[in-house]
T-cell receptor, first 113, second 111 residues
């Protein structure tokens, strides 16, 4: 079955650590996205990539980094510079770069301990 | 800056009732509007996508309408069931393939 796989489902980070969230898709979609979801707030865009080896900052990119070395993969690193990383992180993809339906993974819940 | 608002924030109805969820957006320059469903602790499932040139889309018991000029969309759920209980999110696509989301409506359908 085609879809988007995020791993791990739960992740715990100590203060000062960098952690990487995985997102893999087998839908042959061109564009991939990372969103953050906090209680009482809508999803907010962190980074997105419309093509391999290229990505753009979203609305809340500070403290995060990404790479897009393969079409299928778009990992997100939460760095120690992100002061409030505890949140639910969602990865999405679209077949094209404009006006197409978005498909989402099942999310990774990151908690700082 | 595009802003999306969903009303009500929460809704509780008895099984079998027809209901309407509302979504409004401030900038009418959109490519499309999408409605999603989210179960607790899960990702988003796409329900309906309405292109900016369309007025409505239907899928089963769901019907979504779009009035781009007034910045409004509604999601109509017919004959609600307990399995419809979830959070419903709307999102608009603006330039650069960016989605702007509302905060969602948490729906509870009581048996």
């Amino acid at each position: 079955d085609g879809g988007i796989t995020q791993s791990p489902k739960y992740l715990f980070r100590k203060e000062g650590q960098n952690v990487t969230l995985s997102c893999e898709q087998n839908l042959n979609h061109d564009a991939m996205y990372w969103y953050r979801q906090d209680p009482g707030q809508g999803l907010r865009l962190i980074y997105y990539s419309q093509i391999v080896n290229d990505f753009q900052k979203g609305d809340i990119a500070e403290g995060y980094s990404v790479s897009r070395e393969k079409k299928e993969s778009f990992p997100l690193t939460v760095t120690s510079a992100q002061k409030n990383p505890t949140a639910f992180y969602l990865c999405a993809s679209t077949i094209g770069t404009v006006n197409t339906e978005a498909f989402f993974g099942q999310g990774t819940r990151l908690t700082v301990v | 800056k595009q802003e999306v608002t969903q009303i009500p924030a929460a809704l509780s109805v008895p099984e079998g009732e027809n209901l309407v969820l509302n979504c409004s957006f401030t900038d009418s320059a959109i490519y499309n509007l999408q409605w999603f469903r989210q179960d607790p602790g899960k990702g988003l499932t796409s329900l309906l996508l309405i292109q900016s040139s369309q007025r409505e889309q239907t899928s089963g018991r769901l019907n979504a309408s779009l009035d781009k000029s007034s910045g409004r969309s509604t999601l109509y759920i017919a004959a609600s069931q307990p399995g419809d209980s979830a959070t419903y999110l709307c999102a608009v696509e603006t330039s650069g393939s960016r989605l702007t989301f509302g905060e969602g409506t948490q729906l509870t359908v009581n048996p």
